[in-house]
């Protein structure tokens, strides 16, 4: 199933997760969230996960963030390159990213937001 992400609660809750207002990207993915089926629900799940990762990392949790990261990976690693309209691979490589350099105390001031890249628009470019 191709999820919307150009219009409605996941395209605002991409917007959010883009302006690294975690929370409310969040909010928007869970009430679309609550009304899907398997596997859509997890992978949406993930996605809801990897956004409150940053939330609690905002929050100065680290160990939050990892033990999300952690769970979100679990639920996606194992998808296709794509699914549900976004770009997975590129996604959990770019999770994996952050996920080592938390869980090794490594500074992450210059790593990108994991991008959550709808597959049919190009990724933003990174600064």
Not at 31 to 39: A, D, F, G, R, T
Not at 77 to 91: D, K, N, R, T, Y
Request: aromatic share 8%.
């Amino acid at each position: 199933m191709l999820l919307d992400w150009k219009s409605g609660a996941l395209a605002e809750g991409l917007a959010c997760y883009r302006r690294a207002e975690f929370f409310l990207a969040h909010e928007h993915w869970e009430s679309v969230w609550l009304e899907l089926h398997e596997p859509e629900k997890s992978f949406l799940q993930a996605l809801i996960q990897i956004a409150v990762a940053f939330h609690h990392l905002q929050a100065g949790n680290s160990a939050g963030a990892v033990s999300l990261l952690r769970r979100a990976l679990r639920r996606i690693e194992l998808l296709p390159e794509s699914f549900g309209g976004i770009a997975v691979m590129h996604l959990c490589t770019e999770a994996r990213v952050w996920l080592r350099v938390l869980e090794s105390g490594g500074s992450y001031d210059s790593l990108a937001l994991p991008q959550i890249s709808p597959m049919d628009s190009t990724p933003t470019s990174r600064p």
